[in-house]
């Protein structure tokens, strides 16, 4: 169907203008002016066209009959060109509403900005800070260990790493709980920094517990095998010269008092090889005379506990960790009981010692007040027990306490040991 423009033969044809040309052979001119302000180059009417009619016939006065078969044909491809549908089971699909788009150029058009909407789902993951603090918090422990050894050197490496990891455990567990569940590892977090104390603390405080431990026993054994190298000297002692050294020598003048002059363990350097150091010893002057300072002054191991620092006696000579077992004192019948084998100027031999040389204390750690070696008077009884007096028994930690008994042999008593029973084996010959 279209809208007829044909000119109607039965009318009578326009008039032309005034303006219009005679000669029917020379073409109109154009509107110039009008065609000019639409920008459009105007077409030539040809002068056949111009003696046509124009008149327009209405729709409803025209013969549309002739499209009758167009409208059928398009009718007919669209019914056959549609899916078939089932009325009874199928129904046409709803139609989906359009989304509005913006446009390219709607930012410019509504001076806003149009932002894509961010998708709800993100990708989780593990924090590496949380990692980062179980990994370092782990070789906090490991390098805890290293506490085992003395010096402060010993417990940087753990307290270095045990700081990185609770610093990263803090950083990880604040960044997890503003990360609004795109980040996993809370639990990795907190045992980072559970890992990481106890590498810096614990492990550093166990690690110097088991290393004191094994510390005192090794001193333990250092200080044992002494006492054994003492023991093995005065049986060499007692083989030269048939009886046990004498406790100190003193020097007796009637009138006068005694002028003490060597002790015992000055006596035992060369059956422990120190021939060369026993002949510096003037033995016809005091211990403490100028001429044998020097020699006093030398310090001898066997004589020390070990892992006791203080090895100067009161007077800076060289000390003694051990006091010999000695004296002598009256008991409830009147009767003189003796203890040990030492004391004044003693004259001791095997058959003295009635308890038995393996009951019987020749001599023990003492807890302090460290005498010289060469001090004459280094001789002590068990008073109140170990550990419990400074002129008695003890060791320096308070623990257990060494003995060398009077057969070579060497004993450790636990420190709250019976006192009677620290009586009885400090005894040579009593009834106890």
């Known amino acids: 169907m279209s809208h007829g423009t044909d000119a109607d033969p039965a009318g009578p044809p326009p008039e032309p203008a ?11 001119k154009p509107l110039a002016s009008l065609w000019n302000l639409m920008g459009v180059k105007p077409t030539e009417i040809h002068p ?43 129904s046409a699909p709803p139609a989906k509403p359009k989304r509005w788009r913006p446009s390219a150029n709607a930012n410019d058009l509504l001076g806003i900005e149009i932002r894509k909407p961010q998708s709800t789902t993100s990708t989780v993951r593990m924090s590496h800070k949380a990692k980062t603090s179980v990994w370092l918090g782990g070789l906090a422990i490991g390098l805890s260990a290293f506490a085992v050894y003395p010096g402060m050197w010993t417990k940087l490496p753990a307290l270095t790493a045990g700081f990185i990891a609770l610093f990263s455990g803090f950083l990880a567990a604040d960044e997890i709980r503003t ?47 002494r006492l054994e190298t003492i023991g093995t000297a005065i049986d060499r002692f007692y083989d030269r010269h048939r009886q046990f050294p004498a406790g100190g020598k003193f020097l007796e003048k009637p009138g006068e008092k005694d002028r003490p002059m060597h002790g015992w363990m000055t006596a035992l350097l ?10 510096k010893i003037n033995p016809s002057l005091p211990f403490d005379d100028a001429v044998n300072a020097t020699a006093m002054r030398t310090q001898v191991p066997e ?48 058959q003295d010692v009635s308890d038995g040389l393996s009951n019987t204390f020749l001599a023990g750690q003492i807890p302090g007040n ?31 306490v060494l003995f060398l008994m009077a057969d070579g042999s060497v004993r450790s008593l636990a420190a709250d040991t019976d006192p009677r029973v620290l009586h009885s084996m400090s005894t040579r010959d009593g009834t106890d």
Do not use: C
């Open 179 to 225: 990360s609004r569940g795109r980040l996993l590892g809370m639990n990795q977090a907190l045992l980072g920094m559970a890992l990481s104390i106890t590498g810096m603390f614990l492990g550093p405080l166990l690690a110097w517990a088991i290393g004191d431990l094994a510390a005192f026993q090794s001193h333990q054994q250092v200080t044992e095998t």
């Open 370 to 400: 460290y005498p010289a070696w060469g001090e004459p008077s280094n001789w002590r009884r068990i008073s109140q027990g170990l550990n419990r007096d400074q002129r008695g028994f003890g060791s320096p930690g308070g623990g257990p």
């Open 270 to 279: 060369p059956y422990m090889g120190y021939e060369q150091l026993h002949s």
């Open 303 to 350: 004589f020390l506990v070990a892992g006791v620092e203080q090895t100067t006696s009161i007077n800076q000579y060289a000390a003694a960790h051990f006091a010999g077992v000695g004296g002598q004192e009256k008991d409830a019948n009147g009767d003189t009981v003796h203890f040990g084998v030492f004391d004044k100027n003693s004259t001791v031999f095997h």
């Open 18 to 28: 005034e303006d219009s040309p005679t000669d029917p052979s020379t073409p109109t």
């Open 48 to 90: 056949e066209a111009a003696t046509k009619d124009t008149t327009v016939t209405p729709l409803r006065d025209q013969d549309t009959s002739k499209f009758d078969h167009i409208v059928e044909d398009a009718l007919r491809t669209e019914i056959e060109n549609a899916p078939a549908v089932n009325p009874t089971t199928e």
